[in-house]
Nanobody, 126 residues
Framework: QVQLVESGGGLVQAGGSLRLSCAAS????????MGWFRQAPGKEREFVAA????????LYVDSVKGRFTISRDNAKNTVYLQMNSLKPEDTAVYYC???????????????????WGQGTQVTVSS
């Protein structure tokens, strides 16, 4: 079992930055590929970014490339999402997710993930 707790959301003006954190319980954090998703009101959950268990491989949705960076610290059981140059369209609840993986892969489909956090609200004002 892995429990995930997100933090770092909030209200920010367009062009600003936020760093989301996702703290995981358990001693096998390095066995999990990690991902960030978001869901805006009335929309489906959307893939944002993912990283392999080592952090050596990453993937981003096109709309955040060059603005967001996913990283992880396996010693701290934490994955991060640094969000720069935020836009109003980035407003959503952001979720982190964990997928058990030993192959070094990363995943962009929600069904690949075994555990989810409760989410943290990010609101970007124009």
């Amino acid at each position: 079992q892995v429990q995930l707790v997100e933090s770092g959301g909030g209200l920010v003006q367009a062009g600003g930055s936020l760093r989301l954190s996702c703290a995981a319980s358990g001693r096998t954090f390095s066995s999990y590929a990690m991902g960030w998703f978001r869901q805006a009101p009335g929309k489906e959950r959307e893939f944002v970014a993912a990283t392999s268990w080592s952090g050596g491989s990453t993937l981003y949705v096109d709309s955040v490339k060059g603005r967001f960076t996913i990283s992880r610290d396996n010693a701290k059981n934490t994955v991060y999402l640094q969000m720069n140059s935020l836009k109003p369209e980035d407003t959503a609840v952001y979720y982190c997710a964990a997928a058990l993986d030993y192959s070094g892969s990363y995943y962009y489909v929600p069904s690949a993930y075994h555990y989810w956090g409760q989410g943290t609200q990010v609101t970007v004002s124009s």
